[in-house]
């Protein structure tokens, strides 16, 4: 009798064989342009995020320099406002969102038992216009142009007569552009967490980090539109002088508040979880045992997640608010620290019930408990209103949430590099900098931030560029200062240990920390494809339930192992069960995303020089190409249900009703949708407090546009309808599509209406605001336009059947969108006329 | 989805009264009020509030009771304990953050800002 094993392990070779050339990126320098792998991507937005730590790090011993004794002639006040303006904008948009974003992506579908990401032309699409976004900041700085009114950009300081140069326009469209960036990642992250995984990977049994991620991506998309709406505002107020923030014009410069803080405070949660996420991952594995209260600790996320956006105007305690406003917002502050603490038990039980072991991940876990705990308590300190009277804007607030997002961030992505680093290099840890680099990190930044909360309470202001002789901080900064050099140190080793590690160590063996869940049971590193084929689960550990499960993996006895269709699939499963429900093929590789990254940052940059041409142009681009990407998708033939593997069939995700493509839209919708609650939440601000409200008079609708309204937006939800039903009945969608068009018109009709009645938006804030909402109805009615037009060559090309209907139902949607929030946005727009 | 919105739902709930709640107190303390409710504004200002947070009690309360429904709910397991956690969280949220509308003045601002 033949030994079983050599056959076995050959079979698993030669299937690793055949993924290969299918999952490969080119080899040649444009594969570096092409890719869309999720390895790749993910390794250099990874190497990215970590270049612009860097110089975050460098422009933060810059600060420390100029600190370190008083009246310290280092740096002038001009320069030193560019420094620390840059270090927040860095540290928080450069580095800590990407970062997140990186490991997601490099270990999202490995934990999930997928191949790749839902989107992968999505996630390159992000990188470039990440990198592009990024570096176009940088560039501005070393030009000295940088912003200089701190990483919040308040109105009235930066508004162009307090801040006439374009550092502030850097801000405002590289910012954005780089939050283009998140919202692509956020989408991909949610579609596939909730579609994308291993068969019988039910809710109940996702890996702990990928309920983190869902809801930090859910955070994103729901975040993220209010600042993106807030720097729209700011950046065509200092352009064309539309009066959103200036007082004596109708605007409040506390509307830019609202908005950044709606963004701002969960931000912080948005930076903070998926390190949480990190730590509920690796500690068990640690503690060489499972993590404790798995419902409890999902509860505690899905609570901060939701609670860290009624916290925003605790940031906003001094401006002036009612005592029950500030009690309200005090509670709410209060409140998030209990599933923060759930999380805390959580941990601390998983410990206590383990065997842990001191390894480097487990060192910076430790540090993360030490640092985090007391940034959270300082953080229940500020929640209470008179305390927070007392140490507002002082370096109390800086050292505080340095403990939150160094702590609680920082340190734990730390410690999920070096226990990833096996998975995403092959390598074991061989030379041990990493322990001397903890033993500097973690007390050096002890020593500058409980330094600084002393300063800070004895009065030291934020945000000013030196302090007088006597004045009592000069020992206190001067002790910060030398912590600060030293733990920028411990950074640098850390950094370059785990480069020295990359190269250099030793090859590891499989699953060298003996986890239990899916991202490991590959060969080191992972390969292109990730998993030869995708596994059937049964629990949330499921290399602990069968320890064959890697090999089984490996020899194709999953789904999909199939490779004579020759292209890129994974499995689509049933959102809560994660029953089979479809096969998605996955794009391959392509210099689309390049480019359409190229011409959205073009858009997006050019009006810096004043380029504004040139910006049309690139967004005329950005259209051409989207479509072009579009069109390369889908198949003009049925193809019927596939062979999925182990007696399965399942049909293809282009044959199904809710294609990938229409999930996308459902997310990038509802953050379409927060963007534009958060307009009639601005509009009704100002109309509430805004000191020169009422305007002089009020816009008054007439019948003609509210007639052109209604039946605009009622023909615009029943023609794509029609038209999606006549595709599944074989019939035509002409009626229906011309039945859209006209809609799609006469809601435009009703918008133009409002822009031809106030032709000048300059002349108080209600007119901007009109312009605004009639240019949400412009730009949506555009949209759909364009999206009926794709539709309509779709279907003359073939591209559509009763069994692909999905281009149509993905038009559907947005049309559906365009027409409610058209007739909100027009009826918002009318209401203060009609009460007068 | 349906088990997403069970988990979802109850906080956002929470969340809309809460944004609710406190852009009525902006409008309650704001001259738009003042000319709607004339001579009688500031206990109008104080019912309306206080209405408001009962109403959000109640839908809470009604969010937990249906969650509790083999129905609404779902089976037993992981997602209805977890969504009942949350339905229950909710309801204390709301109690915590939005009880100072009955146990504080509408419109009362601190000293040192009126001062200012």
């Given at each position: 009798m033949t030994d079983p094993k050599p056959a076995r392990r050959a079979e698993a070779l030669r299937l690793h064989r055949k993924l290969l050339p299918i999952w490969s990126s080119d080899q040649r320098f444009r594969g570096w342009l092409t890719t869309n792998n999720n390895n790749d991507i993910g390794g250099l937005f990874l190497i990215v995020a970590t270049i612009f730590f860097v110089i975050g790090g460098i422009l933060a011993m810059l600060i420390r320099a100029q600190l370190?004794?008083?009246?310290?002639?280092?740096?002038?006040p001009e320069a030193y406002n560019q420094v620390f303006t840059m270090h927040g904008t860095v540290m928080m948009f450069l580095f800590a969102i990407p970062f997140f974003e990186a490991m997601a992506v490099l270990l999202l579908p490995g934990m999930l038992g997928t191949?790749?990401?839902?989107?992968p032309r999505l996630g390159a699409y992000g990188l470039w216009v990440y990198i592009f976004g990024g570096s176009a900041v940088i560039i501005a700085m070393l030009l000295g142009l940088?912003?200089?009114?701190?990483?919040?950009?308040?109105?009235p300081l930066s508004s162009s007569a307090f801040s006439p140069g374009i550092g502030p326009d850097v801000w405002l469209l590289g910012i954005t552009s780089i939050e283009v960036s998140a919202i692509a990642a956020a989408v991909e992250v949610v579609v596939t967490v909730l579609?994308?995984?291993?068969?019988?990977?039910?809710l109940a049994r996702m890996p702990i980090f990928a309920w983190y991620i869902l809801v930090v991506a859910v955070m994103i998309l729901t975040a993220f539109p209010p600042m993106i709406l807030g720097s729209l505002l700011l950046e065509v107020e200092r352009a064309?002088?539309?009066?959103?923030?200036q007082t004596e014009n109708?605007?409040?410069?506390l509307l830019w508040q609202h908005l950044f803080w709606l963004f701002g405070h969960p931000e912080v949660y948005i930076i903070f979880l998926p390190a949480a996420g990190m730590i509920a991952t690796i500690l068990p594995v640690m503690a060489r045992t499972r993590l404790l209260g798995y419902a409890w600790v999902v509860a505690a996320v899905v609570a901060l997640a939701l609670l860290s956006?009624?916290?925003?105007?605790h940031h906003m305690f001094t401006t002036g608010i009612p005592h029950m406003g500030l009690a309200f917002f005090s509670a709410a502050s209060t409140l998030v620290a209990v599933p923060t603490a759930v999380m805390i038990f959580s941990w601390i039980g998983t410990l206590w019930q383990g065997k842990p072991r001191l390894e480097l991940p487990m060192l910076w876990i430790l540090g993360f408990f030490a640092t985090f705990v007391i940034g959270g308590l300082t953080g229940v300190m500020l929640a209470i209103v008179p305390f927070n009277w007392q140490v507002h804007d002082t370096h109390f607030v800086v050292a505080h949430l340095h403990y939150v997002?160094?702590?609680?961030y920082v340190f734990p992505m730390i410690a999920a590099v070096y226990y990833f680093l096996p998975l995403l290099t092959g390598h074991s840890r061989f030379f041990k900098l990493g322990e001397i680099a903890f033993w500097i990190t973690v007390p050096a930044f002890h020593l500058t931030f409980l330094a600084m909360h002393w300063a800070g309470i004895l009065g030291q202001r934020r945000r000013t560029w030196t302090y007088d002789a006597g004045s009592g901080w000069e020992w206190i900064n001067l002790t910060a200062s030398i912590g600060a050099f030293a733990m920028a140190i411990g950074f640098a080793l850390v950094i370059g240990d785990v480069v020295v590690n990359t190269l250099v160590a030793r090859k590891a063996r499989r699953n060298p920390w003996g986890a239990?869940?899916?991202?490991?049971?590959?060969?080191?590193?992972?390969?292109?494809?990730?998993?030869?084929s995708i596994p059937v689960i049964a629990g949330r550990y499921p290399l602990d339930d069968d320890p064959q499960l890697a090999l089984r993996i490996a020899r194709g006895e999953?789904?999909?192992?199939?490779?004579?269709?020759n292209r890129r699939e994974t499995l689509i499963v049933s959102t809560?069960?994660?029953?089979p429900a479809q096969v998605a093929v996955l794009p391959g590789n392509s210099v689309l995303p390049f480019i359409l990254a190229v011409v959205t940052s073009t858009s997006f940059l050019a009006p810096l020089v004043g380029a504004y041409l040139l910006s049309g142009a690139a967004l005329i681009g950005v259209v051409v190409v989207a479509l072009i990407w579009a069109w390369g998708?889908?198949?003009?033939a049925d193809e019927g249900?596939?062979?999925?593997?182990?007696g399965v069939t399942l049909p293809l995700?282009?044959?199904?009703?809710?294609?990938p493509g229409w999930w996308g839209s459902l997310m990038l919708l509802l953050a379409d949708s927060v963007h534009f609650g958060s307009l009639l939440f601005g509009y009704a601000f100002l109309w509430t407090?805004?000191?020169?409200?009422?305007?002089?008079s009020y816009l008054a609708p007439g019948a003609v546009d509210a007639v052109l309204a209604g039946a605009g937006a009622v023909a615009l939800l029943a023609g794509p309808r029609w038209a999606a039903r006549s595709i599944l009945k074989g019939a035509g969608p002409w009626p229906g599509l011309v039945l859209a068009v006209l809609g799609a018109v006469a809601l435009a009709g009703a918008a133009t209406g409002i822009i031809l009645a106030r032709?000048?938006?300059?002349?108080?804030a209600y007119d901007a605001t009109l312009w605004l909402l009639a240019g949400h109805v412009g730009l949506h009615v555009a949209i759909t336009a364009i999206m009926l037009g794709y539709l309509t060559a779709r279907v003359l090309a073939g591209y559509t059947s009763p069994r692909r209907i999905g281009d149509a139902r993905i038009v559907q949607l947005w049309a559906d969108f365009t027409a409610l929030t058209g007739l909100v946005a027009l009826a918002a727009a009318w209401l203060p006329g009609v009460f007068g | 989805m349906t088990d997403i919105a069970r988990l979802s739902v109850p906080l956002t709930l929470w969340l809309i009264s809460f944004s609710g709640l406190y852009g009525l107190h902006g409008l309650v303390c704001s001259g738009h009020w003042t000319r709607l409710a004339g001579s009688g504004a500031e206990v109008a200002g104080q019912t309306a509030l206080i209405a408001g947070f009962l109403a959000a009690l109640l839908v809470q309360a009604v969010a937990v009771a249906v969650l509790w429904t083999q129905r609404f709910g779902?089976?037993?397991?992981f997602v209805r304990t977890t969504s009942l956690a949350l339905a229950l969280v909710a309801l204390v949220a709301t109690l915590w953050t939005l009880g100072p509308s009955v146990a504080l003045p509408a419109c009362a601002w601190p000293s040192a800002t009126v001062a200012g």
């Open positions: 370190a004794s008083p009246g310290s002639a280092f740096m002038g191949r790749d990401l839902a989107y940088s912003p200089d009114g701190g990483w919040f950009m308040y109105p579609r994308y995984r291993a068969a019988g990977m039910s064309f002088g539309w009066p959103f923030f109708g605007g409040d410069a956006f009624g916290l925003w105007v997002l160094i702590g609680g239990g869940t899916l991202e490991w049971a590959t060969m080191l590193p992972s390969p292109v494809y990730g998993l030869a999953g789904f999909l192992a199939d490779t004579s269709r809560t069960g994660g029953e998708l889908g198949s003009k249900p596939v062979d999925a593997g182990r995700s282009t044959e199904v009703p809710d294609p407090v805004a000191p020169n409200w009422p305007p002089p032709p000048d938006p300059a002349g108080h | 779902g089976p037993p397991g």
